[in-house]
């Protein structure tokens, strides 16, 4: 990660599917997502697609991305968790089983050293 210009902690804004962008409130589903970043994140600019995976069998919704591909350029690896604060990525009560519905189609993509 070194590599790309990013260190543990380091963050940016992404919008968290890349297919209801600016939607309110939106719908995650369990399994693979891909989302964007709106701004810059150590070499990676605005509009690199992550790829990972959302888990929303808990109260709050898990993302964590794998992969960034940056517009013309070629995937590469990344280690990074998707946090917002005052409890923001609580799944809404209607949330039906396997299903997230969140507030906010944005949140805050920050670089970890592993996933816990």
């Not at 964590?64 to 013309?72: D, I, Q, T, V």
């Amino acid at each position: 990660m070194r590599i790309l210009r990013m260190y543990v902690g380091d963050s940016a804004d992404v919008e968290l599917d890349a297919n209801q962008i600016d939607a309110n409130p939106i719908t995650l589903y369990d399994g693979p997502v891909e989302s964007f970043l709106d701004g810059s994140l150590g070499t990676l600019d605005p509009g690199t697609r992550l790829y990972g995976r959302v888990w929303t069998s808990g109260p709050q919704v898990v993302v964590r991305y794998y992969e960034a591909r940056p517009p013309r350029a070629d995937t590469v690896p990344i280690c990074a968790v998707v946090r917002l604060g005052a409890n923001q990525l609580e799944k809404r009560p209607e949330s039906k089983p396997g299903t997230a519905i969140l507030e906010f189609s944005n949140a805050s993509v920050f670089v970890v050293d592993s996933f816990r």
